[in-house]
Nanobody, 115 residues
Framework: QVQLVESGGGLLQPGGSLRLSCAAS????????MSWYRQAPGNERELVASITNTGDTTTYADSVKGRFTISRDNAKKTVYLQMNSLKPEDTAVYYCNARYGNNYWGQGIQVTVSS
């Protein structure tokens, strides 16, 4: 069955760095656009970053440009989100998403940025 399993979340202080990973299984990973979304309490889920199936093109929300980097390893069926210079407003549950006709979601992982 399809699985997207996020890892790497946690609690850290402002200015810190964290790398999220999302391990995929059960579908043809290298066909799919991969994205990270996040949802803070009381807010709608928002797109953070996307990467095309070949990794050629990436897009970012304005709020994370220059601080976050999305990447993928098709051989490992894994997508990453490197987050640097983290701010309290980055606090949210982060979700991995795979889209190619079908639309798959991970269970989400908490990232908390607080002093």
């Amino acid at each position: 069955q399809v699985q997207l399993v996020e890892s790497g979340g946690g609690l850290l202080q402002p200015g810190g760095s964290l790398r999220l990973s999302c391990a995929a299984s059960g579908f043809t990973f290298n066909w799919y656009l991969m994205s990270w979304y996040r949802q803070a309490p009381g807010n709608e889920r928002e797109l953070v970053a996307s990467i095309t199936n070949t990794g050629d093109t990436t897009t970012y929300a304005d709020s994370v440009k220059g601080r976050f980097t999305i990447s993928r390893d098709n051989a490992k069926k894994t997508v990453y989100l490197q987050m640097n210079s983290l701010k309290p407003e980055d606090t949210a549950v982060y979700y991995c998403n795979a889209r190619y006709g079908n639309n798959y979601w991970g269970q989400g992982i908490q990232v908390t940025v607080s002093s």
